[in-house]
Nanobody
Framework: QVQLVESGGGLVQAGGSLRLSCTASGIFTTIYAMAWYRQVSGKQRELVAAMPTGGTTNYADSVKGRFTISRDNTKNAVYLQMNSLKPEDAAVYYC?????????????WGQGTQVTVSS
């Protein structure tokens, strides 16, 4: 099993910044792409940013230029630096990754961390 633990959410004023962290633990041989999604109650979960093990990162148009995804493969961790936050960025943010554990290839999600942006 692979677990993802997120941290860094909270309440911030519009224009402020937050940094989310997510660390993978458990039994695995490979962590593949790592990504951040977000979900507002009653709406579909949407991709915010994704970072493959190699290649270019992807960002939702709504966060380009404000959010930056990064990863530390030595720690099996992914981060999301969020700057110039807007009220519409408020959501539960989820970390996601694909992994290999023995012969099994799977996908797992974190428990989510709440981001609240006050106007």
């Amino acid at each position: 099993q692979v677990q993802l633990v997120e941290s860094g959410g909270g309440l911030v004023q519009a224009g402020g910044s937050l940094r989310l962290s997510c660390t993978a633990s458990g039994i695995f041989t490979t962590i593949y792409a790592m990504a951040w999604y977000r979900q507002v109650s009653g709406k579909q979960r949407e991709l915010v940013a994704a970072m493959p093990t190699g290649g270019t990162t992807n960002y939702a148009d709504s966060v380009k230029g404000r959010f930056t995804i990064s990863r530390d493969n030595t720690k099996n961790a992914v981060y999301l630096q969020m700057n110039s936050l807007k009220p519409e960025d408020a959501a539960v943010y989820y970390c996601n990754t694909g992994f290999r554990s023995g012969l099994r290839i799977g996908e797992t999600w974190g428990q989510g961390t709440q981001v609240t942006v006050s106007s």
